[in-house]
């Protein structure tokens, strides 16, 4: 196979919650591969943000964009459309946070900010990229959702259940994304507005749920960190830029024949027990 099909060359990509942690991996590895990539989120990027157009002479842009916000959303869409000219080929919602309260105590305005941006600005910065893509008429639009290893088990000493909710939902929604736009795109069945009709166009869904990540998320817990490690395989926690590498290959025609799939990038800690511990 070439490995032109890993390429992203002449691409445009939008990552949420691309200032730093796994969504700027996300954004930084997007960019080697040569997408331009631009960030929605609600702090400004870290400096390995700023360095990419340097590193790999692709153009980046940043919107000051709350996820969980509707209105900041189709603002921070139009005005990403206008400085790009509506091009996008790659979306990578990940903007998303935890709360960390045992289950009996969870109040329902905590649980209200985590749907807020964990399940309804995951869906809806999908919502509006399939739409920009729909009609930009992309041939290679690849959505890669971010859910999480939560979404697969119950983790020791973690107290996430409303989260690991959130994550359930983003990665339960990923099939039924995937086969709604592969519908309307494609000639085989009969697409919801024959105006957008387009046998040519492809756009994918597919979602990541990474392990533990040492990022600020997970910071506040340096014993837990410590204590994962024995949780995977190879007994290291995940870097950010180990999520680079799927992403990649999601975002590209590598990946062409995958849809509605989720890849678990853990170390192997979900398909590990140990009888010992
Ligand atoms: P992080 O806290 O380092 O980064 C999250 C980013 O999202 C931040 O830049 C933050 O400003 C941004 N953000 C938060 N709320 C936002 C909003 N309303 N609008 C726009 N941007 C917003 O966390 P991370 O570990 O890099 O997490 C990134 C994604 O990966 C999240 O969806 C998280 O659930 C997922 N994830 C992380 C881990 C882990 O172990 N760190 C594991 C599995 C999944």
Known sequence: ????????????????????????????????????VAIFDLIPPEEAFKTIEKDYGVRTAYYNVDV?????????????????????????????????????????KDHHDLLSINVLGVYFTAQLAA??????????????????????IAVRSQLCSAYCGTKGAVRSMCPAIAKELAEYVSVRVLPISESHHNAEQDIRVNSISPGYVRTEM???????????KDETMNGRVAEPEDMMGPCVFLASDAS??????DIVVDGGATRCVDHEG
């Open 1 to 36: 196979m070439s490995k032109d099909k890993f390429s992203l060359q002449g691409r445009t990509a939008l990552v949420t919650g691309g200032a730093r942690g796994c969504g700027l991996a996300f954004a930084r590895g997007l960019a080697e591969a040569g997408a331009n």
């Open 131 to 152: 739409k920009q893509m729909i009609a930009n008429g992309t041939k290679h639009g690849s959505i890669v959702l971010v859910a999480s290893m939560t979404s697969h």
């Open 256 to 261: 062409a024949y995958m849809t509605g799939q």
């Open 68 to 108: 969980s916000s509707q209105e900041s959303l189709q603002r921070g869409f139009e005005q990403f459309q206008r400085d790009f000219n509506n091009a996008l080929d790659i979306c990578v919602p990940c903007a998303g946070i935890n709360r960390h309260l045992p289950f009996l105590e969870f109040t329902y």
């Open 218 to 228: 997970t910071a506040p817990f340096p014993h837990l960190l410590e204590a994962w």
